[in-house]
């Protein structure tokens, strides 16, 4: 968790920080990233980043955090048979934007490498009588997004796969 000593930075220097992490963590693995070439992109010392985070799994789980929150942030809350198109647009939408807001390198980093490093969690239990349904659709949401960042090539194929899954229309 990112210390309040770095919450408290004036906004430039924490978007600074932020940057050189996401350079970093979108360029090497989280076995292969180096604090070093974090503070020099940043412009701080050695001991400032250890003021602002733990270590460098620390770092990562910070600025990976910035990510899932604005990917997540432009998709809506629940998914459902009935709002599939819109779920697609936002995959569709996500994917094309990720190479201007930077995170594409990030997430293929986190997707090839650092997932299995930092250890998987089982997906989340859904309740009611939609949870089933609303788990499985999670799932290949997430899925989809992953393959698609991993061989960006496959993108329409990839769409028209979950969306004929999704829809039932064979």
């Not at 629940?78 to 390198?105: C, H, M």
Request: charged share 25%.
């Amino acid at each position: 968790m990112v210390s309040k000593t770095f919450e408290n930075l004036a906004e430039e220097k924490q978007l600074r920080i932020r940057h050189a992490l996401l350079k970093e963590f979108s360029t090497y693995s989280l076995a292969e990233a180096q604090v070093a070439r974090i503070v020099a992109d940043s412009g701080i010392a050695r001991g400032a980043f250890y003021k602002y985070f733990k270590d460098l799994t620390d770092a990562y789980n910070y600025v990976l955090g910035v990510a899932l929150y604005e990917i997540h942030r432009m998709i809506p809350e629940t998914p459902t048979v009935d709002n599939v198109e819109t779920y697609i647009s936002t995959i569709e939408a996500f994917v094309l934007e990720t190479d201007k807001t930077g995170y594409r390198g990030l997430m293929t980093q986190h997707y090839r490498y650092n997932e299995g490093f930092l250890g998987n969690e089982p997906t989340k239990l859904m309740v009611g009588d939609s949870g089933p349904e609303q788990w499985a659709i999670t799932v290949l949401y997430h899925q989809t997004i992953r393959d698609i960042i991993l061989d960006p090539d496959t993108m329409t194929e990839r769409i028209t796969q979950l969306r004929t899954i999704l829809t039932g229309k064979y």
